[in-house]
């Protein structure tokens, strides 16, 4: 994998030349890289707004002491779809209102984002403080979602969160994607991979097997003119 610093180089060059209204910032490789993303891309692309995800109190704090601040706090309890906080992430329901209070004295406004499905869970995120949401893994479940069929049925499948999900870092393996830090792992379904490298299945023959079966969804996708 192409390292973090060419790959934020790109990213710049792109900026530039785009100037997007909006820019994702999360996972910093130390938490003073967050500063300098958001002051390369605020001297970059002025206009460009700035949305930085943060999963713990202490990055919020680290933000407090930065000059050049992101436009959007994003907070993300560990209830949040994909990547997330391998090891101190924290419910949404007790970390919002903490980093709330800990934000109190800036005026950023912050997002909440985790486990948002509903009018419900909306109102108890503004409740506890935030002034938007952040949804994802409800878009998937959504008709207009484009995502494989499998995949959508596995996450409307997926009823009981507890039992049906797992935390591996096996399907960023299976993707041939390393680069991610350890002190993040994706919250992922269960799937027929997982259940197989678990009982012992190696990861070459896993690997090869979803290799066969993308080529397959391709060839298919193509037939429908959709490829
Ligand atoms: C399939 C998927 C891919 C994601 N990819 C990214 C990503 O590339 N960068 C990122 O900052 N967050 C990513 N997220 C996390 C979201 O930003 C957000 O924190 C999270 O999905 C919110 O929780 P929810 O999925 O329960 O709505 C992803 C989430 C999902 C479900």
């Known amino acids: ?33 967050l500063y300098e993303w958001t002051s390369r891309i605020r001297n970059t692309s002025p206009q460009t707004q700035m949305w930085a995800q943060i999963g713990t109190v202490d990055e919020a704090k680290g933000m407090l002491g930065y000059s050049t601040k992101p436009d959007v706090l994003v907070v993300q309890g560990s209830e949040s779809g994909s990547h997330g906080r391998a090891k101190d992430g924290m419910g949404l329901l007790s970390l919002l209102p903490e980093i709330v209070d800990t934000m109190a004295k800036s005026d950023i406004p912050i997002f909440a984002a985790g486990g ?80 197989e490298f678990r009982q012992g299945r190696p990861f070459e023959e896993l690997r090869e097997m979803r290799r066969a079966l993308l080529g397959v969804l391709r060839a298919g996708e193509g037939r429908q003119g959709c490829g």
């Open 1 to 33: 994998m192409r390292s973090r610093k060419l790959l934020f180089n790109t990213a710049i060059s792109i900026i530039q030349k785009y100037n997007p209204c909006a820019t994702w910032l999360y996972v910093p490789e130390q938490r003073q890289h």
């Open 116 to 195: 948002i499905v509903d009018d419900g869970s909306v109102a108890a995120s503004l409740c506890l403080g935030a002034s938007g949401v952040v949804m994802a893994t409800r878009f998937l479940a959504s008709r207009e979602a484009r995502i494989s069929p499998g995949f959508q049925t596995g996450i409307l499948r997926a009823n009981n969160g507890a039992v049906s999900t797992t935390r591996p870092l096996l399907c960023n393996h299976l993707r041939g994607e390393y680069g991610w830090l350890e002190d993040h792992v994706p919250w992922t379904i269960i799937n027929k991979s997982f259940v």
